[in-house]
């Protein structure tokens, strides 16, 4: 999950550095406002904490697609080289990278709408 803030001078998003589970725990730590200063224009200033919003972590899409994919070739290679054949195997060694893939991804979405949705 990665936190951002548009810049009120350029319109820019602006990552924020700082994780927290939603802006409750986020207020507690910074106060109402948080001085971000924008990369590309420079400008600092105090943002509201309600302006800050969550947005999904590629990276750790990525990961978890390239975890499953690489689970899926070491069940199919240590299936062969046992000699294990069957449909039913082979939908399994399918079926578990998937679930796990879809798992990761529901709980990151859990996360997002959590944050987005609490407001101070």
Known sequence: MKLSVICSNCKNEIPVGVNA????ILRVEYGETINIECRKCENRKDYIIN??????NPFATLVTFFISL????VFTFVASFIGINGVYFYG??????????????????????IFNSYRV
């Open 21 to 24: 589970p939603d802006l409750g």
């Open 70 to 73: 690489g689970l899926v070739f």
């Open 51 to 56: 302006r800050i919003y969550a947005t999904g």
């Open 92 to 113: 399994s060694i399918g079926g578990i990278p998937l679930l796990i893939f879809a798992t990761v991804q529901a709980s990151q979405k859990r996360k997002l709408r």
